[in-house]
T-cell receptor
Framework: KAGVTQTPRYLIKTRGQQVTLSCSPISGHRSVSWYQQTPGQGLQFLFEYFSETQRNKGNFPGRFSGRQFSNSRSEMNVSTLELGDSALYLC???????????FGPGTRLTVL | TQLLEQSPQFLSIQEGENLTVYCNSSSVFSSLQWYRQEPGEGPVLLVT?????EVKKLKRLTFQFGDARKDSSLHITAAQPGDTGLYLC?????????????FGKGTKLSVKP
């Protein structure tokens, strides 16, 4: 089976812009979770989607949003980018909730 | 609340040395996963342990789940530069705002040739 794919791998934006990141889960996996990873904070949970519904949401401002399509592909959007949004954004898919997650390679976002 | 505490945070050793890293909690987990993450890449699942006292081996890596299912350890024998990376442990979480899995902050391992 193909693994989790994320596009783009690298992105450079300026403050105030918005960005959309894409994730394609492993075939058959219906749960997709998004994380933000920074050196000081570790993995911070953003949100989880299951069958097109957001089931869990982490403690991030409303500028961070996401969605999941009927084919389980997911996107996350960050509006009005801030310098502090620079991070590695990881997507992970799993069969069900609380089962092992399989991560994509991540999108490295740099906000200038 | 950091439910999973990993130690040490950083470890720098020479090739050929043995090492052990720890993942501890005051909570009982039904299972724990270990991941390894290389710089700029996503974490890769190494193993899942589900039974208290369970020991799993993956080549030179030995994973153990504590009898009470509150802790786990990862032992690497004769470390190699290819073992360099961030080692994360994770377990199922039912609190909501942290997602379905709670992650430790990781142990950053550097193996020098």
């Amino acid at each position: 089976k193909a693994g989790v794919t994320q596009t783009p791998r690298y992105l450079i934006k300026t403050r105030g812009q918005q960005v959309t990141l894409s994730c394609s889960p492993i075939s058959g996996h219906r749960s997709v979770s998004w994380y933000q990873q920074t050196p000081g904070q570790g993995l911070q949970f953003l949100f989880e989607y299951f069958s097109e519904t957001q089931r869990n949401k982490g403690n991030f401002p409303g500028r961070f949003s996401g969605r999941q399509f009927s084919n389980s592909r997911s996107e996350m959007n960050v509006s009005t980018l801030e310098l502090g949004d620079s991070a590695l954004y990881l997507c992970a898919s799993s069969l069900e909730a609380r089962t092992p997650q399989f991560f994509g390679p991540g999108t490295r976002l740099t906000v200038l | 609340t950091q439910l999973l505490e990993q130690s040490p945070q950083f470890l720098s050793i020479q090739e050929g040395e043995n090492l052990t890293v720890y993942c501890n909690s005051s909570s009982v987990f039904s299972s724990l996963q270990w991941y390894r993450q290389e710089p700029g890449e996503g974490p890769v699942l190494l193993v899942t342990v589900v039974t208290g006292g369970e020991v799993k081996k993956l080549k030179r890596l030995t994973f153990q789940f504590g009898d009470a299912r509150k802790d786990s350890s990862l032992h690497i024998t004769a470390a190699q530069p290819g073992d360099t990376g961030l080692y994360l442990c994770a377990g199922p979480y039912y609190g909501g705002s942290q997602g379905n899995l709670i992650f430790g902050k990781g142990t950053k391992l550097s193996v020098k040739p």
